[in-house]
């Protein structure tokens, strides 16, 4: 499975970006994906994620992403997005899409990962 992110840029903090993911390959091998991020000199950590199957979605257990970030997924073009809105300094990172079996995915222990794409939110 290869995934490829996009979407990334610079923002003005109160904007909004949506990042998409696209999935190709064995597909069929996963049921899931998630997006993480990493902001700089901190460690990765898990955003939210999405199943293909029933579209059921679980959100990092933050009041803050909960609130402002939407992940949805279009199974017709095996493509998953992150609606991130009312963008702020602190979610610069970079953001990474990963697929897989979904407990893996949310324990952020996926297999396949993309090469993630680059938020930067300017104050």
């Known amino acids: 499975v290869q995934l490829q992110a996009s979407g990334g840029g610079v923002v003005q903090a109160g904007g909004s970006l949506r990042l998409s993911c696209a999935a190709t390959g064995r597909i069929f091998e996963t049921d899931a994906m998630g997006w993480f991020r990493q902001a700089p000199g901190k460690e990765r950590e898990f955003v939210a994620a999405?199943?293909?199957?029933?579209?059921?979605?679980?959100?990092r257990d933050s009041v803050s992403v909960r609130a402002r970030f939407t992940i949805s997924r279009d199974n017709a073009k095996n493509t998953v997005y992150l609606q991130l809105n009312s963008l702020e300094p602190e979610d610069t990172a970079v953001y990474y899409c990963a697929a897989g079996e979904y407990r893996r995915v949310v324990m952020s222990a996926a297999p396949y990962w993309g090469p993630g794409t680059l938020v930067t939110v300017s104050s």
């Open positions: 999405v199943r293909w199957s029933d579209n059921y979605t679980y959100y």
